[in-house]
T-cell receptor
Framework: KNEVEQSPQNLTAQEGEFITINCSYS?????LHWLQQHPGGGIVSLFM???GKKKHGRLIATINIQEKHSSLHITASHPRDSAVYIC????????????FGEGTQLTVNP | NAGVTQTPKFQVLKTGQSMTLQCAQD?????MSWYRQDPGMGLRLIHY???????DQGEVPNGYNVSRSTTEDFPLRLLSAAPSQTSVYFC??????????????FGPGTRLLVL
């Protein structure tokens, strides 16, 4: 079983819909990261959080440390949000290493 | 700032050939790392460094070599390329604050095809 599990693996939405991507982890962590990767493109860090909630524009990330679960929400989705979203965690036992989920492929249709 | 740069963007190798993937950053980050990304496997850590002269192995280090002679550069060497090393390689860097991972900045990636 992977230490970091994401769901769903694939998600198709209509423009304007509210989107949620989930991430569960099975190890103790010091931080959780959400990354975005556009087709054929590089990887961009969206959020790093260790507790609570962060918001950036239409993106919201939350984490529940007790339940070992995080969610990434996209409000008023747009076709330009189409990308792979990757959850990753780091923990004190492994120093600065990141452990990644397999990613969620999001497609937003106009 | 150029951020994290990688060269080449694309490379084709024959089995047994060696090559070096270049990575450089101009943000004075202590931490640098190399990942490979394969379909169905996600990103996996190959090697990492927490400062000049200090490197360590990640999850999949076999067949790869690294060195860190300066803060800016972190080259990845393929000693004898194999088809299993066909992948997309990403370099990343961040500030290092001990066990807590800081936000990582990724390079644009290098697509490697080994025939």
């Amino acid at each position: 079983k992977n230490e970091v599990e994401q769901s769903p693996q694939n998600l198709t939405a209509q423009e304007g819909e509210f989107i949620t991507i989930n991430c569960s982890y099975s190890v103790g962590i010091s931080a959780l990261h959400w990354l975005q990767q556009h087709p054929g493109g590089g990887i961009v860090s969206l959020f790093m959080l260790s507790s609570g909630k962060k918001k950036h524009g239409r993106l919201i990330a939350t984490i529940n440390i007790q339940e070992k679960h995080s969610s990434l929400h996209i409000t008023a989705s747009h076709p330009r949000d189409s990308a792979v979203y990757i959850c990753a965690v780091s923990n004190r036992a492994s120093g600065s290493r990141l452990t990644f989920g397999e990613g969620t492929q999001l497609t937003v249709n106009p | 700032n150029a951020g994290v740069t990688q060269t080449p963007k694309f490379q084709v190798l024959k089995t047994g050939q060696s090559m070096t993937l270049q990575c450089a950053q101009d943000m004075n980050h202590e931490y640098m790392s190399w990942y490979r990304q394969d379909p169905g496997m996600g990103l996996r850590l190959i090697h990492y460094s927490v400062g000049a002269g200090i490197t360590d192995q990640g999850e999949v280090p076999n067949g790869y070599n690294v060195s860190r002679s300066t803060t800016e550069d972190f080259p990845l060497r393929l000693l004898s390329a194999a088809p299993s090393q066909t992948s997309v390689y990403f370099c990343a860097s961040s500030y290092y604050r001990g066990p807590v991972q800081e936000t990582q900045y990724f390079g644009p990636g290098t697509r490697l095809l080994v025939l």
